[in-house]
Every structure is written in C-alpha cells, then in structure tokens.
C-alpha cells in the first residue's frame, strides 16, 4: 500500500486494524516508525505497528485493564483479524511475525505538548486515521528521549530520528 509517495507492507495491515476500529467508532493514530515512514518517506526499518487510540489520560498509572478505552472491543476486532494478544501490559499482539501494540493517545498533551485536535486527519480508501506532522514527531522523540523506559527498550533509535528531524526541520 502507498501512502504520501512511500511503500511498506505494514502499512496495509495498519489499514486493516483501522478499518475495524473506524467501525467501533475509533479513529486511530498512527504512531512509531511506520507513521514517520509516511511523514519523512525515510526507511526506519519498521518493526511493529504503534496505534494510539484514546484512553486514560494517567496512561500507564491506570490499571492495566482500564488504560485503553474499549479495550474488550478492540482486543475482538484483532482476534477477527487472527492476531493474539501476547502482552497485556504492552497491549500487544501478534500474528505471525506481525506485532501491533496499543497505546493511549489521551497522554500526548502533557507528555510531549501536542494538542489533540492538532493531530491531521487521513482518510485513504475511506479509513479514517490520525497522523503526527514532522514537528509533532519531533516533540514526540525529545520527550520520549527522556523516559529511561524506553531508552533502554530502544537502543538509542530515537536519537538518531530526533537528529534526522531536527536536520530537516531547518
């Protein structure tokens, strides 16, 4: 599938999630390296679909169970799509070497100050998503640049998008 002139078959199976929350009423953002693929038609080597959709804004001090709005009916509409939970507390699935994991994006406001109804809307084969603009994902890494969580679970990776970024923002 081609999205804003770049290719990666991940992207088709994120159309395919999307397409089953835009049908729960979940219009979900696209996040992670597949999402900054699009943004920068750069190759950030994708390794699983990051899909925010909303929930408690406590994000990760919210009980597991109650982080994700709708959380019985997403994890329905991935099991209808063949994928497994694996991580409850990631919010992950599997399917085959596919992994989808789930965030919440009500955290992005206070988190790396992007305001919500910033966020684009897409529509592309009439589903409907979110997508960060390149400042936005900027914002995003210098944050998370700072979570020692995911700097460990990262490898530095984000580093070397907030430079890339940064170098393109000029």
């Known amino acids: ?8 078959p991940k992207y088709s199976v994120f159309l395919s999630v999307a397409k089953q929350l835009n049908e729960c009423g979940i219009v979900p953002v696209l996040m992670g390296s597949l999402g900054l693929e699009i943004v920068t038609t750069k190759n950030w080597d994708v390794g699983d679909i990051d899909i925010h959709i909303p929930g408690d804004s406590r994000g990760w001090s919210a009980p597991v169970e109650e982080i994700i709005y709708q959380w019985e009916e997403v994890k329905k509409q991935l099991e209808g799509l063949g994928f497994s939970l694996v991580d409850l507390h990631e919010h992950a ?8 994991e789930f965030s919440v994006i009500d955290t ?3 988190f790396a100050g ?10 592309d084969q009439e589903i409907r998503y979110r997508l960060l603009n390149a400042t936005q994902y900027y914002q995003l890494y210098q944050a998370s640049s700072k979570d020692s969580y995911r700097n460990q679970k990262n490898n530095q990776k984000d580093f070397a998008k907030i430079a890339y970024l940064a170098e393109h923002l000029k």
């Open 1 to 8: 599938m081609k999205a804003y002139g770049y290719e990666n």
């Open 93 to 100: 699935f599997e399917k085959g070497t596919l992994r989808v």
């Open 108 to 110: 992005l406001p206070e």
């Open 114 to 123: 992007i305001a919500l109804d910033d966020i684009k809307q897409i529509e």
